[in-house]
């Protein structure tokens, strides 16, 4: 037996009685492009996402792709602006998007999936009408007369509202969505949306017992830089307020205490380079991860 097949074994060895827990209940997981590293640890990925799937839980996929993206940007000589980390984004680059994000990511991580042992169909938002978008806005102030401006993000997207019904019939069948966060705008515009952005909106519309949200940082930290291992949607503001809970971390705290105020029952941020980082965080004590509750 494969190193990694023991340690897999030894973890759900030890989740036996978080198994009722999660026992038919959905859990939407995000998956970074920056967690996506290389093909070794998708296909762990892979396994861990089918492993939910076969031990009951409904883990439903939402990712990335800005390292995939970049790359491909890069190889057709495009240059990237970013505005509070969001992607500038006119019609040539929101069909790039579109083709890496819908297209090789999408693909190769519900690929990844099937190939672990359970079905797994790759859509994106503009799928059956999941995800209708409107534009997104960002304010900045002038420094000189510190009056606010709009900025113009192009084609950068956030979700207007969320139809669940293709998804409940993915999960009815037992079948794993896995969802490239692009959607549809009532112009029939397509719009580039931020994946933590897309994970919460969908996570909250389907009332989801946990929203994990997997990157490249271990979760929250302290004003003395150590983890979090559990906070509460009041202590998050807390931080943010105080300062300790800065940078990009902001935005990721924000779309979870967003989820929770619309009826998810926990979302957890941790760090999805950890070899099996989804199973230790849902079937440990210890968890793997800053949860942020009610």
């Known amino acids: 037996m494969s190193d990694d097949a023991l340690a897999q074994m030894q973890t759900m060895i030890?989740?036996?009685?978080?198994?009722?827990?999660?026992?038919?209940?959905?859990?939407?997981?995000?998956?970074?492009?920056?967690?996506?590293?290389e093909e070794e640890a998708a296909e762990r990925f892979g396994r861990d996402i089918a492993l939910?799937?076969?031990?009951?839980?409904?883990?439903?996929?939402?990712?990335?792709g800005g390292p995939q993206i970049n790359a491909m940007l890069g190889r057709l000589g495009v240059k990237s602006?970013?505005?509070?980390?969001?992607?500038?984004?006119?019609?040539?680059?929101?069909?790039?998007?579109?083709?890496?994000?819908?297209?090789?990511?999408?693909?190769?991580?519900?690929?990844?999936?099937?190939?672990?042992?359970?079905?797994?169909?790759?859509?994106?938002?503009k799928d059956g009408g999941l995800i209708r978008a409107r534009k997104a806005t960002?304010?900045?102030?002038?420094?000189?007369s510190n009056i606010e401006q709009v900025?113009?993000?192009?084609?950068?997207?956030?979700?207007?509202s969320v139809d669940t019904r293709v998804l409940e019939l993915l999960i009815g069948a037992?079948?794993?969505?896995?969802?490239?966060?692009?959607?549809?705008?009532p112009d029939g515009q397509t719009?580039?949306?931020?994946?933590?952005?897309?994970?919460?909106?969908?996570a909250g519309a389907l009332k989801a017992e946990r929203m994990l949200m997997l990157t490249d940082v271990p979760g929250v930290l302290d004003a003395e830089k150590r983890l979090i291992p559990e906070m509460t949607v009041a202590e998050a503001r807390a931080g943010i307020a105080a300062g300790w809970i800065a940078g990009g971390m902001i935005p990721k705290v924000e779309t979870c205490?967003?989820?929770?105020?619309?009826?998810?029952?926990?979302?957890?941020?941790?760090?999805g380079r950890q070899p099996h980082a989804v199973l230790r965080e849902l079937f440990t004590d210890t968890g793997a991860g800053t949860l942020i509750r009610p």
């Open 191 to 202: 719009y580039n949306i931020n994946a933590d952005t897309a994970s919460g909106a969908i």
């Open 14 to 37: 030890g989740a036996l009685p978080y198994l009722k827990r999660y026992d038919d209940q959905i859990v939407v997981v995000k998956y970074g492009g920056h967690a996506m590293g």
């Open 151 to 160: 900025l113009d993000l192009g084609l950068v997207g956030e979700p207007e």
């Open 257 to 271: 205490i967003h989820a929770i105020e619309q009826g998810v029952k926990g979302a957890v941020i941790l760090d």
């Open 138 to 144: 960002r304010t900045v102030k002038d420094p000189g």
């Open 81 to 125: 602006t970013f505005v509070q980390g969001l992607r500038v984004t006119d019609q040539q680059m929101v069909e790039v998007v579109e083709m890496v994000l819908a297209g090789t990511v999408n693909k190769a991580l519900s690929s990844a999936i099937t190939r672990a042992g359970c079905i797994a169909v790759g859509i994106s938002g």
């Open 174 to 185: 037992d079948i794993v969505p896995v969802i490239a966060p692009v959607g549809l705008g």
């Open 52 to 64: 939910l799937e076969q031990v009951g839980v409904n883990p439903v996929v939402v990712h990335g």
